[in-house]
Structure formats: structure tokens, C-alpha cells
């Protein structure tokens, strides 16, 4: 269907064999807004954008909006974006209505890997509400911190068993929300990911030899780092990013990356150790039973 008053958009859906083109789109949209780089990687790409239905905005063979909606679980899941060039133009209200259709009665659970200020007064306008939001923190390793362990303290690469999944739980119980996993469920987690460094992943124990913390690395992301409560405050979580932001470098890793919740303090750590903000990411919800 083409819709002139948006600039002779053609609108219609669109599936795998247009992968590059919705690459393409969220690559412009993540060096407008910033946000989670591995957006562009296929998986995710496609988890977030090929569900169950989705509707394009063509112009001249160009995809300048996307939106998907999943509709095999409750509540129901979208993601879109719209291209910099073409925002202010109404795309995203008409997307988001498309979204409503198809959610007919659902609750409807919007994600955002690439967050922009309009899209979030568009959809709080709307009656969603953020239920998470995260910064995404990037760090060049051309200038590495050096932090000291605490007296006593070593740290050495991990093992998969139930003292790293241990400390792990130790790390996090206290946490809102926090929602244990089995042990099993956690640990085949790292296995199965090709990208774990077990050998850059590391374990941090006091000077009896007990698990004090734990950091675990994927590719060059730091994706957890955990320090029991009786040892925070004392340099052990620094110490652990430290480390693990020299050996990457070391293996020849030009950027580290990580991301954390707005509501953790740990924020401020990071940013001392040299990590500095790269964009966020962030989710809505509108309940149908709030919004009648």
C-alpha cells in the first residue's frame, strides 16, 4: 500500500531474505542513538524483528521503518525502529498502532536494543511503562586502569562447577528481583555460548582460599561480575574489571563492553575504571487491563 502523505512510503511485510536491509537500519539507528551493538548480529536481529508479523516502510528500495510483533506468548513482544532521517514524520505512531492491531487483547511488551528519547515520550505517551532500563558502556582499551587487590586477595581464571554458580548466587540473591536459575540451567548456559573465555573469566577468593567474587567474559564483553556482600566496598569488584579489561587487551581486543542497570550503583565504577556511555537499551510495558 503506498501512503503519500509520508512521502510515497510503500508499506508491507517483510521476513529473511531482507536481513541486510534491516541490518542496514539498525546499524543507522545505533550510530544515531547509541544502544547494544550486537543488535546488528543475526540472532538477535532476527529474534527482535522476524516474529510472528511485521510491517516495513519502503522508499525507493530503502527500508526506513520496521516493526515486529510476537504474538505465541503472553504478553505479546515488538520491536521497531525508524530511520533518523525519517523520524518526526509520524512513522512511529503508525507502527505503533499496527502493533496494538495485531496485539488485539494482549498485554504487549515493547523492547528497545537502540533506546531515543522521542521513542520513549512516543510510547509513555501512549501508556507504556519502562519496567528496565540499562546503560551501555564502552571502554578503548588504549588507556587501562591498574587497581590493586585488596590485601590478600588472588584471583585466577574459572571453573564451571558449583563454586563459580555459588558465588555467582551469593553476588546477586540480594538484588531486586533477583530470580535464582538451577545451577545446571546457569552453568550449560556458559558452556553452550561460543563466545565464553573461561581462560579470560575469572574468580577472585580471599586469603583462606574462600570465593569472595567472580567475573565472566564473553567475546570482549564483561558480561557479569559478582562480589559477596561482606566483600564489597573493599576494591574487589574493581579489581576483578581491572584484570579482565588487561587481559583482553592483552588478547588483543581493541574495545570492552558492558551493560548496567540505571538503578546500580556499580555505574559509578565503571565509569572511574575509564568505561563511558555508548547508548542504552530499555523495555515497556502497557497492560490492556490498565489501559481500559
Known sequence: MIDSAAGALTWEAFGEEHLAALTDLAEACLTADG???????????????????TLGAWHDGRLVAAVSVGTTSEPATSTGLVHPAWRERGLGGRLLRWVHEQAGDADLLVTSESWSPGAHALLTARGFEPTFAERV?????????????????TTGPVTLDAELFATYRASFADRPGFVE??????????????????????????????????????????????????????????????????????????????????????????RRLGFHDAGRRARYLRSRARAS
Open 137 to 153: 558502556l564502552r571502554h578503548d582499551l588504549t588507556a587501562l586502569p591498574e587497581v590493586a587487590p585488596p590485601d590478600g586477595v
Open 35 to 53: 544502544g547494544l551493538p550486537l543488535f546488528t548480529s543475526p540472532p538477535l536481529l532476527r529474534a527482535r524483528l522476524l516474529q510472528t508479523r
Open 181 to 270: 536459575p538451577g545451577i545446571e540451567e546457569w552453568l550449560d548456559e556458559l558452556r553452550g555460548d561460543d563466545g565464553y573465555r573461561p581462560d579470560l573469566s575469572l574468580i577472585a577468593r580471599a586469603p583462606d582460599g574462600t570465593a569472595i567474587g567472580f567475573l565472566n567474559v564473553i567475546d570482549n564483553w564483561i558480561d557479569q561480575v559478582g562480589v559477596i556482600p561482606a566483600w564489597r566496598g573493599r576494591r574487589a569488584g574493581a579489581h576483578l574489571v581491572a584484570s579482565a579489561l588487561r587481559s583482553l587487551a592483552a588478547d588483543g581486543a581493541r574495545t570492552a563492553w558492558l551493560c548496567v542497570n540505571d538503578t546500580n550503583p556499580a555505574a559509578a565504577l565503571y
